[in-house]
């Protein structure tokens, strides 16, 4: 849990150098359909460097996401600052970074799931924030529901994606980036 902790504080600190209007990455510059190619470029490269690290990736030294060391924890929350890039998935780029790393598939979905918990905790925290002038107490009982509603649905996906990395890794996974990447690519060149 510190180092989901840390690795959130990672992605703040990126959060905070883009709003800081530094604004260099990767399509910042960029508009329309240039944009799109671009990210279904990476869309697919992607999808191919998960395929390729799920096969080469060092032999597993760790299996519990619990139970990582601080420097693995910090490493992996870095490499999760590569999701600011657009087209690259925050969970992507932590599961790549932490296979890579020596974490086991079931420990690295896991991981990353712990590390999106900060977050996700933050942006609902500001959203609620940026809302603050339109709700009111009697809203409660509905967001109440709503959060119950999502956190056992979520439990239930995550339980079951871990259950499947574990059995099939991550394969379907990146197949999926490189078919989506190429058809908005083909889209886009056929003026779709």
């Not at 799109?36 to 460097?49: D, F, K, N, P």
């Not at 996700?120 to 509603?149: E, H, P």
């Amino acid at each position: 849990i510190g180092g989901a902790i840390i690795g959130a504080l990672c992605v703040l600190m990126g959060v905070v150098w883009v709003l800081q209007g530094i604004n260099v990455l990767p399509g910042s510059f960029m508009t329309g359909n240039i944009e799109w190619s671009y990210r279904g470029g990476v869309l697919a490269v992607a999808g191919i460097v998960l395929l390729f690290v799920d096969r080469i990736a060092p032999s597993v030294q760790f299996e519990d996401a619990s139970a990582l060391p601080l420097r693995k924890a910090l490493a992996i929350g870095f490499i999760q600052c590569l999701a600011m890039v657009p087209g690259v998935s925050r969970s992507g780029a932590t599961i790549v970074g932490a296979r890579m790393l020596g974490v086991g598939r079931v420990a690295a979905a896991e991981f990353s799931f712990f590390l999106s918990l900060p977050t996700m905790a933050g942006a609902v925290a500001y959203d609620l924030f940026k809302s603050r002038n339109v709700l009111d107490f009697s809203d409660m009982g509905q967001i109440g529901v709503g959060f119950a509603a999502a956190f056992i649905v979520a439990v239930l996906v995550v339980r079951w994606v871990l259950a499947y990395v574990g059995k099939n890794g991550f394969a379907v996974f990146g197949l999926w980036r490189i078919i989506i990447g190429s058809l908005a690519l083909v889209g886009l060149s056929l003026g779709i």
